[in-house]
């Protein structure tokens, strides 16, 4: 495996170059103009299947800027960073539909899956209690944290979600692998 520093934009990769791609929790952060091409680039690079999780909607996108405005400050005390918001609520969330615009310019001989991910309910409770968590963790570590987790995860993404994931499979994807 080797690191590539590249925008997102412009991927220094030929065609169909990697089996997967991941796009996790980063078209938010790119400026609306920038996200079809994204999106459009790493279509290009994937020859397999093609991951997108990005928070979606207009409950997340009002959760967003509750957070930001409310509990940044709190979690500047804490030294917990919470930026990420700001950039969520200064370029908007994307939607499902621009989603699967951008997916579907096209595109035959591909598959689109999408889901939801984690719970809005839920989600408010992790952005509440995130700081007490990672107090303990920090004490105890966070092994007994991931195995909690991996076992309540399959319980945790029934509507209404905070963040949409996209499964883009294309036509040559093995079977076994899809």
């Given at each position: ?38 999106i459009r ?22 959760l ?20 990420f ?12 539909e ?7 310019v ?10 939801g ?41 029934f509507?209404p ?17 899809c």
């Open positions: 495996m080797r690191l590539i520093q590249a925008s997102a934009t412009q991927i220094p990769l030929a065609d169909a170059s990697c089996d997967y791609v991941v796009c996790v929790d980063t078209l938010e952060r790119l400026p609306p103009r920038q996200r079809d091409t994204a680039e790493a279509l290009r690079v994937t020859r397999h299947q093609f991951f997108i999780a990005v928070p979606s909607g207009r409950a997340a996108a009002l967003d800027k509750f957070f930001y405005l409310m509990l940044a400050p709190v979690y500047q005390l804490i030294h917990k960073d919470l930026s918001l700001g950039e969520h609520v200064q370029n908007g969330l994307l939607t499902k621009s989603i699967c615009r951008s997916i579907s096209d595109r035959s001989g591909e598959t689109v899956q999408v889901r991910n984690i719970n809005l309910a839920i989600w408010i409770l992790v952005m509440f209690v995130d700081p007490a968590v990672r107090r303990i963790t920090k004490r105890t570590g966070s092994g007994w944290l991931s195995s909690l987790l991996r076992f309540l995860e399959p319980y945790l993404n509507p979600t905070y963040r949409a994931l996209f499964v883009v499979s294309k036509e040559q994807c093995p079977v076994s692998l």
